[in-house]
């Protein structure tokens, strides 16, 4: 999978960018505020639908523009070829793929899978488990087809056992959405273990060519505790359900940790391990989407040298070589870019201007 062009309009401090892109490594070298983050975003944009800054795109149209475009071209590891592009004025945000007249965001990630590595990437295993989540649901979504289905059919019968319960509405109509909410629940449940597992088999290579270190564990919670079932533990959970007024167990409330050395990840590793050790996870999703599905997801990389010396940049960018993806990744400058990368194609960026030397 990769981008041929990307052309942008009036996108935050980019008046025009039209550019032409390696299928393999891309770097984006310039200064504080040149606008190298805002051309990883105008990718992004255009494989999610959403901005990793806002969740207003509005806000990112130019100071004195009053729309911004995204457009790219895209060639698929199935020699598919599409056409993305998006235009977002201060009332509203238009998808546009190929000649669809209504492009959902569940049409682009489909399309366009991407990751994003930024500089704040180890909160995965730091924060809360809404971001672990985020991470595992990426891969179950484009690895397990009956993941999506089943998530959307689980989170609106959700939607409407959380209503009951706040309206104080009698137990039966909170507990008429259950059925549905455990039969969908388990197919999630099933659909994250079963990736897990691709994980649990893939990481620890990556892992020990990026810390030196394999000895992982991972704990996967469900989202309810107790051995017999989604069913039991929200029937047993009625009345606690009813006093907090949410439903307080299921698959929305999934986490998972990662341990090295049968210590949790974020007590253990320096922040530089944390970030490689994210990555590795971040990239074993890669390596997984390729087995399985014969796709590459093109990758972000935001500011990589951050944090890092030079053993651990030198690992992170054989790793990325190695994961033969289409890449783009920021410096702030050319010494800060690993010789292995040395040879990729470079683009300056300055005050919003995209140049190729
Ligand atoms: N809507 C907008 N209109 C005009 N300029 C904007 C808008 N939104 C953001 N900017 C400006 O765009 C500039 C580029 O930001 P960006 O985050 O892309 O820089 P960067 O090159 O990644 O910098 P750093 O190295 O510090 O991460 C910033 O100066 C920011 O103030
Ligand atoms: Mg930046």
Known sequence: MQLDTLYVQNFRCIATG????????????????SGKTTLLEAIYILGRGESFRQSRLSKAIRQQADSFTLRTRLLGDHDSRHRIGAHVTRGSNRFKLDDQTETRRFDLISTLPLQHIDPNVHRLLEQGPKYRRHF????????????????????????????ALRAHQPKHQVIAWDAELVQQGEIIDACRRQYLEHIKRRLPESTRRLVGDDDLTFVYHPGWRGEQGFGHALANSLD??????????GPHRADMQVSVASTQARDWVSRGQQKLLTAALLLAQADI?????????????DDMAAELGHTYRKALASEVIRVGAQSFLTFLNR??????????????VEQGCVTTP
């Open 240 to 249: 606690q359900d009813i006093r907090a007024g949410f439903t307080q167990h």
């Open 335 to 348: 010494e800060s870019i690993p010789e292995l990368l040395a040879e990729s194609r470079m683009f300056h």
């Open 18 to 33: 039209d550019i032409s892109l390696s299928p393999q490594v891309n770097c984006i070298v310039g200064d504080n505020a």
């Open 136 to 163: 595992l649901d990426w891969g179950v979504f484009h690895v397990e087809h009956a993941f999506f289905p089943a998530w959307r059919r689980y989170r609106r019968a959700l939607k409407q056992r959380n209503r």
């Open 289 to 301: 989407l390729h087995a399985k599905r014969g796709i590459r997801p093109i990758l972000l990389l």
